[in-house]
């Protein structure tokens, strides 16, 4: 009878995660979407903190070649991220120009973006503060300031380097700068009625967003940590939902040519990318984005497995596993990197990986179920309360 009991649980577990919208409206390929791009940032800094902090001194060639590069390809999540912002915040003001509905308030817009995002934000950012002080890593007083600073999305403008407190974090402060020009991106852009003519000037100035980036010297300033060097990613979701909007809005065509234009637009973004920021890899990486989005939607079994319960609930819980993965895998592999069973370094990787994503994956849901999931509601703090009172009387 336990047996049972626990596994209807963990079958009912996905519906309890799946995420509250503000509009009442899912769309499960965007969770999938999320699923595909928190999964390769997990991965790489797994990568990278078993590698930094193992025994081991692994030996230089091609398996460990092909599994470092395979492993530290996480950078294409956080611009698939961008693009599902953009996606996102475009969609309820592209529908009230396109589609004549009513206009979104900016009030509710900025309120709603601050009351779900920051407290589960501030949360993660004191909590690891906290621990870096009580373990002797940092003092008080030299937290205090990159703890304000990180706490307003101003780390990378004042410091010119991400927070030494939670670093991946650095994106967040440019998806908070894309939050606040959205409105305004979207009202422009949105605003010209005829399609082709809209689609013309978005892709315009896309492009002429990458030459004048790369004229400009932003991708190797610090200003690579703004969204001066990432609005294209935006824009590209900005696309996307007109797409979905305009073509789609009587259903999407699907059909089995785009199982296969997925897997290889995904394949590509991760084999083009380029550090050196050559520009035909970077109009190559950002066009193999798009296809990844357009076919992820018109595929049949790949749009399928994106729109899988457990993929979408991880998916959904991307923010959650976005700010504590890193502080998880720090605390995890001070323990398991001496758990070495060869002098390989890919079947040790994956003996970490066995051992630590179930240790994410555990300690994201109790924070997405206690911190993140009440703020998806507009009576956050009473639900935050109801969660964290629930969840002491279960225990």
Request: proline residues 4%; aromatic residues 16%.
């Amino acid at each position: 009878m336990v047996v049972k009991e626990l596994v209807k649980r963990f079958k009912l577990l996905p519906s309890k995660l799946r995420r509250v919208t503000s509009a009442g409206g899912f769309i499960e390929q965007i969770d999938g979407l999320r699923f595909l791009a928190i999964f390769p940032v997990v991965i790489q800094h797994l990568s990278e903190r078993y590698e930094r902090n193992s025994p081991l001194p692994f030996r230089q060639g091609l398996e460990f070649d092909v599994t470092t590069f395979i492993t530290n390809r996480g950078f294409i999540g956080v611009y698939i991220f961008f693009t599902i912002s953009g996606f996102i915040l475009a969609l309820p003001f592209a529908n009230a120009k396109l589609n004549q509905t009513q206009p979104i308030s900016l009030k509710s817009y900025f309120l709603r973006r601050l009351t779900r995002l920051e407290p589960p934000y501030v949360v993660a950012l004191v909590v690891i503060a906290s621990g870096l002080v009580i373990m002797g890593t940092y003092s008080f007083s030299e937290i205090i300031p990159h703890l304000g600073a990180s706490i307003f999305y101003a780390h990378s403008v004042i410091y010119h380097s991400w927070s030494f407190i939670n670093p991946p974090v650095w994106t967040l402060e440019i998806e908070v700068q894309f939050y606040i020009l959205a409105p305004f991106l979207a009202g422009g852009f949105f605003a010209l009625r005829k399609k082709l003519l809209r689609r013309g000037v978005l892709a315009g100035a896309i492009v002429l967003l990458m030459i004048v980036q790369q004229l400009t010297g932003v991708l190797i300033e610090w200003t690579i940590l703004t969204l001066l060097a990432h609005m294209q990613f935006f824009l590209i979701g900005f696309m996307m939902a007109d797409i979905y909007l305009v073509d789609w809005k009587d259903g999407i065509d699907k059909r089995g040519i785009f199982n296969y234009l997925a897997i290889a637009a995904f394949a590509f973004a991760l084999w083009v990318w380029s550090w050196d920021y050559n520009f035909l890899s970077r109009i190559l990486f950002l066009g193999s984005l798009f296809l990844l989005f357009y076919a992820s939607f018109r595929a049949t079994w790949f749009n399928r497995f994106i729109s899988l319960p457990w993929i979408t609930a991880i998916g959904g819980m991307c923010y959650t596993i976005y700010l504590i993965h890193l502080p998880v895998i720090e605390f995890c592999i001070r323990i398991t990197k001496h758990i070495n069973v060869t002098t390989l370094f890919t079947i040790n990787y994956l003996v970490q990986a066995i051992l630590i994503l179930p240790v994410i994956l555990v300690v994201g849901i109790v924070f997405y179920l206690l911190i993140e999931k009440p703020c998806m509601y507009k009576n956050w703090p009473q639900q935050a309360y109801l969660s964290v009172k629930a969840f002491f009387k279960r225990a």
